[in-house]
């Protein structure tokens, strides 16, 4: 009679998967740092070391290393910004926020929102709000932080037309929303959805109106705005806001206990996306692989086998979080170890838990 063995990732030990995830690490994230700016596109594309001298909602201006006259880019193309000149207070608080420390990245980043370049008090006071919600996350306390900087970036820069204004608009609304104030969070985002910061971010309004709805357990209405986004042929080369419509749909399907469904969804649109050459963000495809493992986990019942393929695709969500993620990494290591309780063994799951203290310390996850 043939022996029944587990998958290999089941039959690894905590610290050989993890040897695996920091070569990962490596090949998925390991990225040599830029002498300069940097502006990432939607599209996957990258502008490196660059010196960005103006960046508003509609565009972004920058210059090019040898070349005189200034070049600009579509706001709407951009994914996000990465500066690299500026000053070390500033630097701190950015470096303190990867890091998960909140209290040191609040501290660097509340001083460093007194910088005299504009350019720099804005990176400083948006990155401040961030701060502030992350902190915010762990602790309820700091919400109203979160609120109240994220409202006070706004107002300062709303005449500059600053580049993150929409992007300080959701986080308000996420920060209202985690305190339980869900129409004061969809009021929040009224001015993306009635096209003050342009077309794209219409769509980031409908977004942030259907996590709202989702957070309050309205599944069917979540999922219809989510779906809307996700079909909108304007999103078509924007994999930020995809993925993100998406992956909301997904969850609502759990929440309806539609498991099939769900692993259905983010294996076709996201899962699979990558093969046909979307851009690689890693965030996005783990949390696919953690709503895969949470509609396998839901599905399971007391059954054995289904149970270890969940566990096996919150471990693969690890390993590709383990590039740069810190929330999907903690999410994927706490499910991975509630698993493993399930599977009745504890020395995999006291193992997971010390991974997760070890590498999430300041996670709500960590639990």
């Not at 046909?276 to 986990?297: C, K, N, Q, S, Y």
Request: with cysteine; hydrophobic share 40%.
């Amino acid at each position: 009679m043939p022996v029944m063995r587990e998958p290999l990732l089941m039959r690894l030990g905590g610290a050989a998967i993890f040897k695996m995830a920091v070569i990962a690490a490596i090949v998925l994230g390991g990225v040599t740092p830029c002498a300069g700016d940097q502006i990432l596109l939607k599209s996957g594309r990258s502008y490196d070391e660059v010196t960005i001298t103006k960046a508003t909602w509609e565009q972004v201006e920058y210059r090019m290393r040898g070349v005189s006259t200034r070049q600009k880019v579509d706001a709407d193309d951009v994914d996000r910004l990465e500066f690299t000149s500026e000053p070390s207070g500033l630097s701190r608080g950015r470096g303190a926020l990867v890091q998960g420390d909140w209290a040191r990245a609040v501290s660097s980043l509340r001083a460093a929102s007194s910088l005299p370049d504009e350019r720099q008090k804005a990176n400083a006071m948006y990155l401040l709000s961030v701060a502030h919600l992350r902190w915010g996350e762990q602790d309820g306390a700091h919400l109203g932080d979160a609120a109240k900087s994220a409202q006070e970036f706004i107002s300062r820069f709303a005449e500059k037309k600053d580049f993150y204004l929409p992007h300080a608009h959701q986080i308000l609304s996420e920060a209202l929303m985690r305190s339980g104030k869900f129409s004061e969070a969809e009021g929040a985002l009224q001015k993306l959805a009635d096209g003050t910061y342009g077309n794209r971010w219409v769509l980031g309004g409908k977004l942030g109106r259907g996590e709202v709805l989702l957070a309050q357990g309205r599944h069917a209405d979540a999922r219809d705005l989510f779906g809307s986004v996700g079909n909108d042929g304007a999103v078509a080369g924007d994999s930020t806001f995809r993925n993100r419509a998406w992956l909301g749909y997904a969850a609502c399907q759990i929440g309806q206990k539609q498991y099939p469904a769900a692993i259905e969804t983010v294996r076709k649109k996201i899962i699979e996306a990558r093969k046909r050459g979307t851009p690689r963000l890693d965030g996005d495809m783990a949390r696919a692989w953690i709503i895969w493992g949470r509609a396998e986990e839901e599905r399971a019942g007391g059954d054995r086998k289904k149970l270890q393929w969940a566990t096996i695709r919150f471990l693969r969500a690890a390993v590709i979080a383990t590039g740069g993620d810190g929330e999907a990494l903690a999410e994927a290591l706490y499910r991975a170890k509630e698993t493993w309780k399930k599977l009745g063994d504890t020395e995999r799951a006291e193992e997971m838990g010390q991974r997760l203290a070890q590498l999430c310390p300041n996670s709500p996850w960590n639990k």
